[in-house]
C-alpha cells in the first residue's frame, strides 16, 4: 500500500502494489504521474521493505526508515492499510522520520549476509558439541573410560573414526555400543565440517576487509563492530 502527498500535505493518491520488481516500478511511475518524487518513507527498510528501499534509492529518492504506528493508536483506529501509509509519508513530510535507509549494497552488505553464513555454522558447531557430550554422558563405562580424558580436538578426531568400522561389524543386529559409537562418529564428522565452514567464512570475512580502501573505512562502522565480522 502506498500513499502520494503534496509538500502541504493534502493526499493525491492512495493505492495498493504487489511487493515485486514490476510492482515497485509501478509504485514510482504512478507516483511521478503526480510531480518529481524527492522524499520516501518506507516501513521496514532492513527487512522487508529493504527490496522497495533499494530501488527508490537508485532511482534518485531520499528513502526515509519510517516506525508503525503506536499500537494503542492502531487499537484505537482499527487496521487500516491506506491510513498507515498516509502516515508514513506525513511522517517523512514532517521530519519526523530522519533515519535514511541504508543502501542494501557494497562490501557492507556484502559482509551481512557472510556474517550470516558463519553465524549459522557456529551455531550449528555448537548444538553439534553439546549433542555429542551428552551422548558421551549416557554411554557404555569402557566407552566413556576409552574417550575419557581426551581434548576436544582429539575427541573428534577419536570418534571420526567410529563410523569408519561400521562396515566392519559382524552382520547381527545392531547393539546399542555400537549405535553409539556410530553416532558419535556421525557428529564428529559433522563437527569438522562445521568447523571448516567457519574458518572459511572467516577468511573469507578478513579477505573483504583488507580488500576495501580505507577511504571506504567510516562505513563499516567501529573497529569492534569490523572485529565482529570476521
Not at 569402557?142 to 568400522?165: H, I, K, P, S
Request: proline content about 2%; hydrophobic content about 40%.
Amino acid at each position: 500500500m502506498a500513499a502520494v502527498l503534496s509538500v502541504s500535505g493534502a493526499v493525491l493518491a492512495t493505492d495498493e502494489f504487489p511487493a515485486t520488481a514490476a510492482g515497485s516500478r509501478d509504485l514510482l511511475k504512478r507516483a511521478r504521474k503526480w510531480g518529481t518524487v524527492r522524499r520516501a518513507g518506507v516501513e521496514g527498510t532492513g527487512s522487508y521493505g529493504a527490496s522497495l528501499s533499494r530501488y527508490l534509492l537508485a532511482q534518485g529518492v531520499d528513502v526515509f526508515d519510517v516506525n508503525r504506528m503506536d499500537r494503542a493508536d492502531r487499537r484505537r483506529r482499527g487496521k487500516s492499510d491506506p491510513l498507515d501509509a498516509q502516515n508514513a509519508a506525513r511522517a517523512v513530510l514532517s521530519g519526523r522520520a530522519r533515519a535514511r535507509a541504508k543502501t542494501g549494497d557494497g562490501p557492507v552488505q556484502i559482509a551481512r549476509m557472510y556474517k550470516l553464513t558463519k553465524a549459522s555454522a557456529v551455531k550449528a558447531r555448537t548444538q553439534a558439541i553439546n549433542q555429542l557430550k551428552a551422548v558421551l554422558v549416557t554411554a557404555d563405562p569402557v566407552l566413556r573410560e576409552e574417550l575419557a580424558g581426551l581434548g576436544n580436538a582429539e575427541l573428534f578426531r577419536t570418534c571420526m573414526q567410529f563410523t569408519d568400522a561400521r562396515g566392519r561389524e559382524e552382520v547381527g543386529a545392531e547393539s546399542v555400543v555400537q549405535a553409539t559409537r556410530i553416532t558419535l562418529g556421525l557428529l564428529a564428522h559433522r563437527i569438522g565440517r562445521l568447523s571448516e565452514e567457519f574458518w572459511m567464512w572467516r577468511l573469507v570475512l578478513a579477505g573483504l576487509w583488507n580488500g576495501t580502501p580505507r577511504s571506504c573505512s567510516t562505513s563499516w562502522g567501529s573497529v569492534r563492530t569490523r572485529r565482529s565480522l570476521c
